[in-house]
């Protein structure tokens, strides 16, 4: 879950990394893959070179580190005796920005008929604790039953792979050193405290846990003991303590119950695509007075303020979306993902599917050809600043910059079709 990698077959959660994706990873109900964050070039194509015998020394040399930061002297053996150089761990972190979709093929598994039936039993099954945790924490209960089915597929894959063992092949990699580093200190933390044991302490390759998904530094700040065991269990089959830390995470970085995360409009025709910004905030009367409604052609509901989202270009669904979509991108910043927690709760409540077309003839942009559409655009006079694979907002107005220029309309959409333009004579 949160803050950094997550899920069990990737990465997620938010806090820490930040993801950035023409499009995501795909998910089903038997496939947990989170969307990616991008590795630089440079890092992806690197050679793995750690040996075991290299791992060792580092574990030796960290020692005085973890005792230094609170951690005791036989809680650090004891755990740290069996450790071992994971090179697929290594691998799987080096190789993440290949594997790419775009926002509607991820939608599609996401948001399954079948993960929206097993949403509604869950739901049904588990009415009275999350009801509970609803009251205590102000978080719909819809989104937190969301969370578990996209992290975990509802607790039937938390992750098998010792958190420990992966944390430190992680650390010992340069690649990310001091994140994992650090994240390994908060996981012997938790073997300290007592609130699980080594061999319950299992997770993703890259170390988040539990039925939502947590990585260790989340844990120590937002985890909470629901169900008054004195522990804070989220790795058993009783998921109440995952489930409410989950709404513990999403209040604190401020949730606002029962505002919707965004709500699938329509654009008039002649709409300025360049208000189709994050940074351009209006009220929902005041997108009405432009023509924006919602799928019944009616102004939506005031619920703040709102900026108009589009992750598929003029060509896709377009939405509304208010704070709590800016809540949930603190669980993964992809677009895709935030969209398919938001949507698949709408579901599990009993809404409908998103009614817009996507531009399903279009595929996501693979890595070589994100730095490809980023060293054009930069050298036709639209810098991105960065050549780093990463569509994000600079690259966003870059794009934007072009498209003007070209006549073309002005959605921001880093797309084939797009680079082809840049790539004509």
Known sequence: MVTGFGAVGGVSLALALTVFANGSS?????????????????????PIEGTQAGLQDWVKNFRARALE?????????????????????????????????????????????LRVQNGRDALQKRDTALTQI??????????????????????????????????????????????FEAELIHALRILQTGDTTLAQLNGSWAGAMGHTQFMPSSFQEHAVDHDGDGKRDIWGDDPTDALASSAAYLKHH????????????????????????????????????????????????DHGPASILLPGGAEGAAFMIFNNFAVIERYNTADAYVIGIGHLADRIGGGGPIQHDWPRQERALTFDERIELQERLTSAGFDTQKIDAKIGPLTINAVRGFQQAKGLLPDGFASLSLLEKLRAP
């Open 69 to 113: 930061a609170g951690i005791a002297a036989d809680v650090f053996d004891a755990t740290m005796e069996g450790v071992t150089y994971d090179t697929e761990v290594i691998r799987r972190d080096r190789n993440q920005s290949e594997f790419t979709k775009t926002v509607w093929d991820y939608l599609d598994t996401a948001v399954s008929d």
């Open 26 to 46: 795909a998910q089903t109900d038997t496939d947990t893959t989170r969307p990616p964050v991008l590795a630089t070039k440079a890092a992806e194509k690197a």
């Open 254 to 301: 401020g949730w606002t119950l029962d505002q919707p995360w965004g709500v699938e409009v329509r654009l008039p025709e002649g709409f300025d695509y360049l208000l189709a910004d994050r940074e351009t905030l209006k009220t929902a009367a005041e997108w009405a007075e432009l023509g924006v409604k919602d799928t019944r052609g009616k102004a939506v509901a």
């Open 134 to 179: 609803e009251a205590k924490y102000g978080v719909n209960k819809e989104v937190l039953a969301a969370i578990w089915g996209l992290e975990s597929a509802f607790g039937t894959f938390r992750g098998s792979d010792s958190v420990i063992n992966s944390l430190t092949s992680l650390a010992y990699d340069t690649r990310r050193a001091e994140f």
